[in-house]
């Protein structure tokens, strides 16, 4: 287990995999389809997408449940 300070960041990075991941796998498939290189190019496309989202991910989902609480208290 993990210690509670480091939750934030964990669900962030892991909200943030598992949302890209799954995108990228869609995107590639609409992109070029299932062709040879196919498992090549979406790990390619998993990789950045992850590597874009997790920084974004901790930046935008503390941001976004501090705005979400405004609004909803109101």
């Known amino acids: 287990m993990i210690s509670k ?6 669900m ?6 598992f949302i890209s991941v799954p995108i990228a796998l869609v995107m590639t ?3 070029v389809g299932f062709i040879d290189g196919f498992l090549l190019a979406f790990l ?3 990789l ?3 590597a874009i989202s ?9 941001a ?8 909803a208290s109101k």
């Open 5 to 10: 300070k480091f939750y934030g960041i964990v």
């Open 12 to 17: 962030s990075c892991l909200a943030a995999i």
């Open 29 to 31: 498939i609409i992109n």
């Open 44 to 46: 390619k496309s998993a």
């Open 48 to 50: 950045a997408g992850v």
């Open 54 to 62: 997790i920084p974004l991910a901790n930046i935008g989902v503390p």
């Open 64 to 71: 976004a449940v501090k705005i979400a609480k405004k609004i």
